[in-house]
């Protein structure tokens, strides 16, 4: 019985000497990865296989390039998300000896930790109630002038500039909001689906962002411009049309 358990704690001893990673890190999605082994005492180490995050398993059975103690190889099969498992052999003091490791392969190949994924919720939960903010006033405020019943205007609406405002500002909080979403969602493997949607989501407000925002200004300008000619007119004849006649 004590040989029995001094051989398994031997064998752990060697696989702990041959394999002190047990995490390699988190990479971005696409990316060359290298595969890295230290050992002293062995002269070559081999990866075996790799499993994918699916449970999927290939074989490898290639040499790692030697650097003294250090041995590395690139593998650059990362398109899954997930968690990849390595496993690998070293002669270890002359032992065969089987090792293994992991890797996380992200959209973004960083992880969030517990407090910055609080601060991009608190981030995403005051964006969107911004976005809210300056959604009510685009939709309710008023954009004509007010007219009299014979279809005269005696005064001029303000209003107009206001929700035109509020409709630029609505999208800007609309996309920083969905921006922070995606980077949440990105971070999280679980969410892949939800992320290439919200991600798609994003690229195409940003595509449309430019447009908004020339198309916004072009109204405004339209709109002060034929402001100053009925406030002209108003101030000439008391009143104005919108067809440009008198009364």
């Known amino acids: 019985m004590k040989k029995i358990f001094l051989t398994l704690l031997f064998g752990i001893l060697l696989l702990s000497t041959a394999s002190a990673i047990s995490d390699l890190g988190t990479f971005k999605q696409g990316s060359n990865v290298v595969l890295v082994q230290t050992c002293a005492s062995c002269t070559y180490n081999n990866i075996t296989t790799v499993t994918y995050p699916n449970s999927t398993v290939i074989t490898i059975n290639d ?39 992991n ?3 992200t959209q973004t190949g960083f992880d969030l930790e517990i407090s910055e994924s609080i601060l991009y919720i608190i981030i995403l939960i005051a ?26 205007i005696t005064r001029i609406a303000r209003a107009k500039y206001l929700k035109l405002l509020s409709i ?14 995606n980077g949440i969602s990105s971070s999280f493997i679980k969410l892949t689906y939800l992320s290439n949607f919200i991600t798609s989501i994003f690229t195409y407000t940003q595509w449309f962002s430019v447009g908004i925002t020339f198309l916004i200004l072009t109204i405004a300008f339209i709109e002060v411009w034929k402001d100053i000619i009925l406030n002209e007119t108003i101030k000439k004849h008391g009143k104005a049309f919108l067809d440009g006649r008198i009364q």
């Open 63 to 101: 040499w790692m390039a030697k650097d003294g103690s250090f041995y590395s190889r690139s593998f650059n099969l990362t398109d899954a998300l997930g968690t990849y498992l390595v496993n690998g052999v070293g002669d270890l003091d002359g032992v065969d000896t089987i090792w293994g490791y």
């Open 103 to 105: 890797f996380e392969v």
């Open 127 to 152: 964006t969107f109630i911004l976005f809210l903010a300056f959604l009510y006033p685009a939709i309710t405020l008023p954009y004509s002038n007010e007219t009299n019943p014979d279809g005269s």
């Open 168 to 181: 630029w500002f609505a999208y800007g909080f609309l996309m920083w909001s969905l921006q922070t979403l």
